[in-house]
Nanobody
């Protein structure tokens, strides 16, 4: 089992920044591909960004490219999402997720993840 706990969410003005953290405990963190997803009120959950187990490969959805950066520190069992130039449309609950033994190409699919955190609220005021 892997437990994931997100933190770092909050209320920020448009144009501001937040850094989300996701701390993992349990099985070997460094063997998992990690992803961030978000769900806005009344909308379906959407993929935001993913990072391979080594951190050598990252991918972000077009709407966040150039603004959000995913990274990980395997020594700290933590994955991060640095969010800059935030917009009102980034308002959502953000979830981190862990995928065991999945090809990196599958990390955009929520159904390929095995463990999920409880989520952290990000609210961007315009």
């Amino acid at each position: 089992q892997v437990q994931l706990v997100e933190s770092g969410g909050g209320l920020v003005q448009a144009g501001g920044s937040l850094r989300l953290s996701c701390a993992a405990s349990g099985r070997s963190f460094s063997s998992f591909g990690m992803g961030w997803f978000r769900q806005a009120p009344g909308k379906e959950r959407e993929f935001v960004a993913a990072i391979s187990w080594s951190g050598g490969s990252t991918y972000g959805v077009d709407s966040v490219k150039g603004r959000f950066t995913i990274s990980r520190d395997n020594a700290k069992n933590t994955v991060y999402l640095q969010m800059n130039s935030l917009k009102a449309e980034d308002t959502a609950v953000y979830y981190c997720a862990a995928a065991a033994k999945r090809p990196y190409s599958q990390l955009v699919q929520g159904s390929r993840y095995d463990y999920w955190g409880q989520g952290t609220q990000v609210t961007v005021s315009s």
